[in-house]
């Protein structure tokens, strides 16, 4: 399960700010766009397709993991299919639109709920796991998209990726996939549980999957709100960053090469956030280790504008994996450890929602102001601040209590 919904957030390459990043100069040159324009057009592909990071909460707890991610993962790479051979701006947007609503959107959700929902014991630990095995995953997959990109051109490389996600992912995930979670017969410790004389096996699966805050209490306290921001502005950093990255380092002086690097390095140190990130949410109270994720990406955003060598770049693309590392975990795991699985699906949709309105905000705001301006510098120092301030906000933040099983619930999957 934890290598499929790996697997399921690595094919949503093609929907998010970095994949499409693999794919910018090209397809300018090739339209004859400018930035700004694209910026546009990827600012409301992103915001319509938040849409979907709302509607598959429902199709989750309803129908399931296996059957979602199977349909999401045909439909997704059809899409991509189509996109590879649009030759017109309408196309573009009609296309990006939908790569932004299947994959960055629902297939993102799809991939985090399979966890949430699966692992009742050491969550921690699995969103760990996961989150390792996911930065491996997307480690290859970025300089091999970039070289089939510089060998094949991006359409071919995008058709090829299409195909893979039809008659790779699809398949194996009714294959692998699994209806029913590991909750069943475990109590909420993680004991082995027997049901009831005269209750049915399912009622202790339901009693416990069941359990938790419902969406509108989540959203009604302020660590919801914190642990959302925290992670929309390492979306919106990271989008306009990841879109537009090969010309950031080139106003800094640097060429290609340079920038497979960084994707590289910010893979491979996100890794090493993932497995500090999974170490430190037992022993670290969360909102602090929000405070320090933040810290650092603001540090790299600041030193940005100021980088001159190759050995500065790699400083500040570990500092910014690193970073990226730690609020992926926090991300990942905050939901179902903090609000329960009651409504799993619609929390997790509603704080991803917002991750990709600000994912759509990172490079429209950068387009515009180097257009304005004729630089990056002064954006990444205003955003440096914000970030900042933000991370200071994460320290005084008060964490809900634990999530409880309602009275009439309980009552009604115990009582024979």
Known sequence: M??????????????RTQGLGLITEPLLADLGLDRVTYATINFWATVIGAIGALGIGRAIDRFGNRVVLTSVAIALGIVVMFMSRTTTVAGLAFW?????????????????????????????????????????????AFPTVGALIQEWGWRRAWLAIGLALVAALAPLAYVVVRPTPESVGLTPDGDGAQPSPGVPRSGVRDEFELEGYTWQEAVRTPAFWMFAIG????????????????????????????????????????????????????????????SAALAILAIGLAALPHVTTVAHVMLWATAMGLGGGLVMVLFF??????????????????????????????????????????????????????????????????????ATLPRRLSQSTTTP
């Open 96 to 140: 990006t639109t939908l790569t932004r609503t299947i994959g960055q959107s629902a297939l993102s959700v799809i991939s985090l709920a399979m966890v949430g929902q699966w692992f009742v014991r050491r969550i921690d630990a699995a969103m760990a796991v996961y989150s390792i095995v996911m930065s491996i995953g997307f480690m290859i």
């Open 231 to 290: 992670a929309a502005l390492y979306g919106l950093v990271a989008s306009g960053i990841g879109l537009f990255n090969e010309s950031i380092l080139t106003e800094r002086g640097f060429g290609a090469s340079v920038y497979y690097q960084t994707l590289v390095v910010t893979a491979m140190t996100a890794l090493a956030g993932n497995f500090l990130g999974g170490w430190l949410a037992r022993r670290v109270q969360l909102p602090s280790l929000l």
């Open 2 to 15: 934890l290598l499929v919904a790996a697997a399921a957030m690595v094919g949503t390459l093609p929907g």
């Open 333 to 402: 795991s905050v939901w179902a450890r903090v609000y329960g699985r009651r409504h799993l699906g619609r929390i997790q949709g509603l704080g991803q929602a917002m991750t990709v309105l600000a994912s759509a905000l990172g490079p429209l705001l950068l387009a515009w102001w180097i257009d304005r301006t004729g630089s990056y510098a002064a954006m990444f120092r205003i955003l440096a601040a914000v970030v900042g301030v933000t991370a200071i906000g994460a320290l005084v933040t008060p964490m809900p209590g634990p």
